[in-house]
C-alpha cells in the first residue's frame, strides 16, 4: 500500500519565520503535489513535479517555494510566513511519467495544519 | 483552463436513500474525471474515475459516477446511503495539456440514520 508521509500533523509558527513542510513516499512515484486546502476552497494546487529537481507552479504558487533533491522527498517551504498562510497543507504522489499515466489516483497524505500567529 | 463546480456544500439523505452529490466542469478539450473522498482525520481517499468509454463509472465502496458530456457534468451516485458514507466528497478535472488535477470546492454528505 502506498504511503505519503508529512513530517508534522500541526505546526505553529510566527509571521516572518521560514518554514519547511516535508513530505515523503515509499512507492517511487514520479510525481509530487502540494495542495493547500480551505474551508469553501476546496484543495487549491501550489506547486507540483514530475522528475526529481523538476518543479512547476500551480495556481497559488506566490509565497512559496519548492524542492526535489531525491525522488520520495518533495518539500515545501513558506519563505517568510503570512497570517494569509495558515491552511491545511496536503501533500500526495502518483505514478507516471506523461500521457496516460497522468490519470493514475494521487495518493495523499494526512495533511499538515499550520497556523500563523 | 479547467475548473470544477460542486454547487452544493452539503447534501443532507436518509440511510437507504440514494444519493447524488452533483459536480459541473469547464475544461478545453476531453476531461478526465475524478472523485475523491476525504473522511474525517484523514487524507483524501481514490473513488472513480473516467478517462474514456462507458459513461457510467463503477468505484469503491458502491459508488459510481455518471459522464454526461452535452451536460458537462459528472455527478456521483450510490443506490443506497449509509451512514459511514458521510464524509467531504471532492471532484476534480484535468484537460489533455495539463499535468494536474483541479478541484471543486467539497460537498459535506450528511447520512442520517
Known amino acids: 500500500d502506498v504511503k505519503v508521509t508529512q513530517s508534522s500533523r500541526y505546526l505553529v509558527k510566527r509571521t516572518g519565520e521560514k518554514v519547511f513542510l516535508e513530505c515523503v513516499q515509499d512507492?517511487?512515484?514520479?510525481?509530487m503535489f502540494w495542495y493547500r486546502q480551505d474551508p469553501g476552497l476546496g484543495l487549491r494546487l501550489i506547486y507540483f513535479?514530475?522528475?526529481?529537481?523538476?518543479?512547476e507552479k500551480g495556481d497559488i504558487p506566490e509565497g512559496y517555494s519548492v524542492s526535489r533533491e531525491k525522488k520520495e522527498r518533495f518539500s515545501l517551504i513558506l519563505e517568510s510566513a503570512s497570517t494569509n498562510q495558515t491552511s491545511m497543507y496536503l501533500c500526495?504522489?502518483?505514478f507516471g511519467t506523461g500521457g496516460s499515466s497522468n490519470n493514475s489516483p494521487l495518493h495523499f497524505g494526512n495533511g499538515t495544519r499550520l497556523t500563523v500567529t | 483552463a479547467q475548473s470544477v463546480a460542486q454547487p452544493e456544500d452539503q447534501v443532507n439523505v436518509a440511510e437507504g436513500n440514494p444519493l447524488t452529490v452533483k459536480c459541473t466542469y469547464s475544461v478545453s478539450g476531453n476531461p478526465y474525471l475524478f472523485w475523491y473522498v476525504q473522511y474525517p482525520n484523514r487524507g483524501l481517499q481514490f473513488l472513480l474515475k473516467y478517462i474514456t468509454g462507458d459513461n457510467l463509472v463503477k468505484g469503491s465502496y458502491g459508488f459510481e459516477a455518471e459522464f454526461n458530456k452535452s451536460q458537462t457534468s459528472f455527478h456521483l451516485k450510490k443506490p443506497s446511503a449509509l451512514v459511514s458514507d458521510s464524509a467531504l466528497y471532492f471532484c476534480?478535472?484535468?484537460?489533455?495539456?495539463?499535468?494536474?488535477?483541479?478541484f471543486g470546492s467539497g460537498t459535506r454528505l450528511q447520512v442520517q440514520p
Open positions: 512507492m517511487d512515484h514520479e510525481n
Open positions: 500526495a504522489s502518483s
Open positions: 513535479s514530475y522528475d526529481v529537481k523538476m518543479k
Open positions: 476534480a478535472v484535468r484537460s489533455a495539456g495539463r499535468r494536474a488535477l483541479t
